[in-house]
C-alpha cells in the first residue's frame, strides 16, 4: 500500500457504451462507513441530502473498506447527484477555478480544459454524462481510528496544483503522501479508478473508469431525482 502513485493523462471522453441494469444503494452511515454530504452542508441550492451509488459500488466499498487498518473506516462527501446540482457546480466552481488559476486573460476554451480537470460540463445526454450522475463516482476520505479525516494535504473540492492525487509524491510531506498512497491503493485494488486531478475522486462504471480500463461505460446517466427516490419511497 505504501508505493507511489503514478502520474496518469485526465482521461478523454469514452463514448463506448454497453449499458447494464444496476441497481441504487442508499448508503447511510455505519461502522465501516460514515455518510457527510457536502453540498447540503456547503447550501447549494440543487444538493442531495442522501447517499445513492450503484450496487456494484457498494460492494466494492465493502471490500475496499476491509483493506483498511483497524479501526479506519471511509467518510463519503458525495456520490450520486441530480443533474440540476452539476449545472449549480458547474456555473459556481467554473469563477473559482478561473480565479484560481489566473485565466481571466484566456480564451474560453483555454479556461474549459482547466475548468473540466475539477468539474465535468453539463452535458445532458445520458449517453456520455457527467459522472457524478451515473451512481459510479464517488467522493471520500478516511477517518482514523478516533474519528479524525486524514491529512491528505487540501481540503474537498480545493481548486490547485496540490489537489492532484499524485501531487505529494514530489513533496516533502511523507505523512500526506503516506495518506493519500493508502486511499488510492485501497481504491484501486478492488477496482476502482482515479480522477487524476482530484484525490478524492473514485470512479467504477462510469465514461472515466472506461476510458482507463479501454472498455465501454456500464452505467448511463439519471439525471433527475426522483428516478431514485421514488424507488426507496414505495
Known amino acids: ?30 461502522e465501516i462507513i460514515d455518510v457527510r454530504m457536502q453540498y447540503p ?3 447549494m441550492e440543487n444538493a442531495e441530502p442522501f447517499c445513492f451509488v450503484r450496487t456494484e459500488v457498494y460492494e466494492m466499498l465493502l471490500k475496499a473498506s476491509g483493506k483498511l487498518p483497524d479501526g479506519y473506516r471511509f ?17 459556481e466552481y467554473s469563477k473559482e477555478i478561473v480565479k484560481e488559476f489566473e485565466l481571466e486573460e484566456c480564451s474560453q476554451e483555454q479556461k474549459n480544459a482547466v475548468i473540466r480537470h475539477f468539474v465535468s460540463e453539463p452535458v445532458e445526454d445520458r449517453a456520455v454524462p457527467p459522472v457524478h450522475t451515473t451512481g459510479g463516482a464517488i467522493d ?44 488510492y491503493h485501497v481504491m484501486t485494488s478492488v477496482g476502482f479508478t ?11 462504471g462510469d465514461r472515466f473508469w472506461a476510458y482507463y480500463n479501454d472498455l465501454p461505460a456500464i452505467y448511463e446517466g439519471v439525471f433527475y431525482r426522483e428516478e431514485i427516490h421514488e424507488k426507496f419511497n414505495r
Open 194 to 204: 482515479n480522477l487524476p486531478s482530484e484525490w478524492w475522486h473514485y470512479d467504477y
Open 75 to 91: 467518510r463519503i462527501w458525495d456520490a450520486w447527484r441530480p443533474f440540476a446540482l452539476q449545472k449549480e457546480l458547474y456555473t
Open 140 to 183: 471520500l476520505t478516511i477517518l482514523d481510528e478516533a474519528g479524525n479525516e486524514l491529512d491528505m494535504g487540501t481540503a474537498f473540492d480545493a481548486f490547485s496544483d496540490l489537489t492532484y492525487t499524485s501531487a505529494f509524491e514530489k513533496e516533502k510531506d511523507q505523512k500526506i503522501r503516506d495518506n493519500r498512497r493508502l486511499l
Open 1 to 30: 500500500m505504501n508505493e507511489a502513485i503514478p502520474e496518469i493523462e485526465y482521461p478523454e471522453i469514452s463514448t463506448s457504451v454497453d449499458f447494464q441494469n444496476s441497481d441504487f444503494v442508499k448508503i447511510t452511515s455505519n
Open 41 to 43: 452542508i456547503l447550501k
